[in-house]
Nanobody, 122 residues
Framework: QVQLVESGGGLVQAGGSLRLSCAAS????????VGWFRQPPGKEREFVAA????????YYADSVKGRFTISRDNAKNTVYLQMNSLKPEDTAVYYC???????????????WGQGTQVTASS
């Protein structure tokens, strides 16, 4: 069982930066891949980035490649999403999720946080 809590969201001007954190409970956090997903207003949930259990492999959506960086510190049971050069279209509720496999599909992740709002104003 894994419980996830996101933090770090907020309001930022376009071009600014935020760092999201996903804190996990449980001693075996390092065996889980972790993904970040987002749901813009009125739209479906979409993949943002994912990282393998030991942090060796990462995936990014094309829309955030070069601007966002996912990382993890297993000693702290935390995964981070550094978001730079934010655009208004990045505005969404951001969720972290944990699962057994590194994947871009939300259905592969069985544990989800409650979400944190990110708003990039123009």
């Amino acid at each position: 069982q894994v419980q996830l809590v996101e933090s770090g969201g907020g309001l930022v001007q376009a071009g600014g930066s935020l760092r999201l954190s996903c804190a996990a409970s449980g001693r075996t956090f390092s065996i889980y891949a972790v993904g970040w997903f987002r749901q813009p207003p009125g739209k479906e949930r979409e993949f943002v980035a994912a990282i393998s259990g030991r942090g060796v492999s990462t995936y990014y959506a094309d829309s955030v490649k070069g601007r966002f960086t996912i990382s993890r510190d297993n000693a702290k049971n935390t995964v981070y999403l550094q978001m730079n050069s934010l655009k208004p279209e990045d505005t969404a509720v951001y969720y972290c999720a944990a699962g057994p496999y590194l994947s871009t599909g939300h259905h592969e992740y069985g544990y989800w946080g409650q979400g944190t709002q990110v708003t990039a104003s123009s």
